[in-house]
């Protein structure tokens, strides 16, 4: 079925909320950590509450060194695969080869909290360093999941939060002082590779787009939020949705009445084929 424009407004182009942080830092987020490591993940560890994960029920997953958590096992995975033909359920926030074995990149912590009341896992990626041991730039990035029972049991919602964003690639995947080679991918994918169940955010495996200085600078736009670097996602009844969203960043050029113009869009999110519907304006 195609999808009428607009269904979100996306206005991370010219946001209107410029002072918010999107990093939630929370103490609970920063209870348990992953030693000093390349491409390491924790034990098998207890969500605070059950997921709907594409009709899979998880109340357990493995946080990730390399800025993703999984629900089927631990990934040591360093170099970013595409997503949608991926036999692995996976929310990632930042899929990339993060290394903390230098003394200047922190490690990751993960932990539960609350948010408005609500329980909330939360996976801090601070001022993290990129192999092989490189600290030379750092990202700082979260991964977040929101108990959302209160709409329906096993809903949740996911949030990716950035703040800073400066190398892309580890030596390892081809790249050189953290850039170039095979680059981040963002987004999830329930392992079926079946249509609706795996997303990646625009700009994934693309060198340059996600940095603070790229076209698509993760930290300096935002997604079915009002908070800059803030992506929020919402599973609802087993399906989790990336929504959709305008992102052209332009007025519109006015119309004439009874002269017919066409004006391209972008859109951000959602699923293909995407279709708009015109207006006439009245006389």
């Known amino acids: 079925m195609n999808r009428l424009l607009p269904l979100f407004l996306l206005t991370g182009l010219f ?17 348990n950590f992953i030693p000093a490591n390349d491409d390491g993940s924790s034990p098998r560890i207890a969500l605070p509450f059950t997921i709907n994960f ?71 990626y601070f001022t993290v360093g990129y192999f092989a041991s490189h600290a030379d730039k750092l990202n700082t990035f979260q991964i977040v999941l929101i108990d959302r029972s209160d ?34 991918v963002v987004g999830w994918s329930n392992g079926s590779g079946a249509p609706g169940t795996s997303f990646e955010l625009a700009g994934s495996l693309i060198s340059g787009q996600f940095l603070d200085n790229g ?8 997604l079915n939020s009002p908070v800059l670097g803030r992506y929020l996602f919402r599973a609802r009844n087993g399906q989790l949705s990336p929504g959709l969203a305008i992102t052209s960043g332009n007025v519109l050029p006015k119309g004439v009445v009874g002269i017919p113009y066409t ?21």
């Not at 209107?16 to 209870?31: C, E, T, V």
């Open 263 to 283: 004006y391209p869009l972008t859109a951000e999110g959602g699923t293909t084929p995407i279709a708009g519907r015109s207006r006439r304006i009245p006389a």
């Open 215 to 222: 076209p698509r600078a993760l930290s300096r736009r935002r």
């Open 54 to 124: 594409f009709g899979r029920l998880r109340n357990s997953g493995y946080v990730n060194n390399n800025g993703n958590i999984t629900f089927d096992a631990a990934l040591a995975t360093f170099t970013p695969f595409g997503l949608e033909n991926t036999q692995r359920e996976i929310i990632a926030a930042f899929f990339a080869d993060v290394d903390t074995r230098n003394e200047a990149s922190s490690l990751v912590y993960y932990g539960e909290d609350t948010i408005d009341g609500r329980k909330a896992f939360g996976i801090n």
């Open 15 to 31: 946001a209107s909320d410029l002072s918010a942080q999107a990093i939630r830092r929370l103490p609970g987020f920063q209870k």
């Open 151 to 184: 709409t329906g049991s096993g809903n949740f919602d996911v949030e990716f939060n950035y703040e800073r964003i400066q190398w892309e690639t580890g030596d390892a995947s081809g790249g050189t002082a953290g850039l170039g080679g095979t680059p981040v």
